[in-house]
């Protein structure tokens, strides 16, 4: 059992596009999966809603949570579930403290093109902040909606110039995710990019991040 948190301060990374997808992957490999949605704007729960209704199977149980009893709640819940996932919004939230408080990995997708250094200065200070309390606590980048053109290099570039600012608790993980239309059209109907198979290299890319996750 793990609590896997995707959070990070910056809105429009893929926050909520990595958690609904690992949701997916866990529940096809037959796993008991909770959702939580810890962001006001419920995208994550709005996913799940279309899910639900469209009877797509596995099912994924999702559910918002908000505010101070979070990290206790999600505590509680991950009794009853083999895995949870955590979507925390964009945003120095109350709701990301806690949950990187209580969750065993954080995740937080970067933008190459939105690469904001001060937001992920930020994301380390709360990580170091947190190890206090949480010392099993690791936290990673993954670079999401990296350029498909090779010429651009985006990916090399952004590793560069993180590696220069010497992050004390966060790593970059060696996965990628470029950007597809995929991942917005398969949102849509409430499916993961691998459940929606019309995407082989979105499909792959996803699941190699997933195994690093899960398997890694
Ligand atoms: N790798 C990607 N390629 C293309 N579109 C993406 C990718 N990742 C996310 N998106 C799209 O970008 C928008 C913001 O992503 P979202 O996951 O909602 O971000 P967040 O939860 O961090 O605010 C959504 O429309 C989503 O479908
Ligand atoms: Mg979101």
């Known amino acids: 059992?793990?609590?896997?948190?995707?959070?990070?301060?910056?809105?429009?990374?893929?926050?909520?596009?990595?958690?609904t997808n690992m949701a997916a992957l866990l529940a096809l490999e037959g796993k008991d999966v909770l959702?939580?949605?810890t962001d006001r704007q419920g995208t994550a729960s709005f996913w799940a809603a279309v899910r639900e209704e469209a009877e797509?199977?596995?099912r994924i149980a999702s559910v918002q949570k908000f505010g101070k009893g979070l990290a206790g709640q999600v505590?509680?819940?991950?009794?009853r579930y083999?895995?949870?996932?955590?979507?925390?919004g964009g945003r120095d939230s109350m709701e990301l403290r806690y949950a990187l408080?209580?969750?065993?990995?954080?995740?937080?997708?970067?933008?190459?093109f939105q690469f904001d250094i001060w937001t992920i200065r930020q994301m380390d200070e709360l990580v170091s902040m947190a190890k206090g309390f949480n010392p099993k606590l690791q936290a990673s980048i993954v670079l999401n909606r990296v350029s498909t053109n090779p010429v651009v290099r985006e990916d090399k570039e952004?590793?560069?110039?993180?590696?220069?600012?010497?992050f004390e608790h966060l790593s970059i993980m060696e996965p990628i995710l470029h950007e597809r239309i995929s991942?917005?059209?398969?949102?849509?109907?409430?499916?993961?990019?691998t459940e929606w198979k019309q995407d082989k290299k979105a499909s792959a890319e996803m699941n190699q991040f997933f195994r690093e996750i899960y398997c890694g």
């Not at 059992?1 to 958690?19: D, P, R, Y």
């Open 82 to 88: 083999d895995e949870v996932i955590i979507d925390a």
């Open 56 to 58: 797509v199977e596995p």
């Open 75 to 79: 505590q509680d819940l991950a009794n």
């Open 35 to 37: 959702l939580i949605d």
């Open 158 to 166: 952004t590793r560069e110039f993180f590696a220069g600012e010497g």
């Open 101 to 112: 408080g209580v969750c065993d990995r954080a995740y937080v997708p970067v933008q190459p």
């Open 1 to 19: 059992m793990s609590i896997v948190l995707v959070g990070g301060e910056k809105g429009g990374t893929g926050k909520t596009t990595l958690a």
């Open 183 to 193: 991942f917005r059209k398969s949102a849509r109907d409430g499916l993961s990019v």
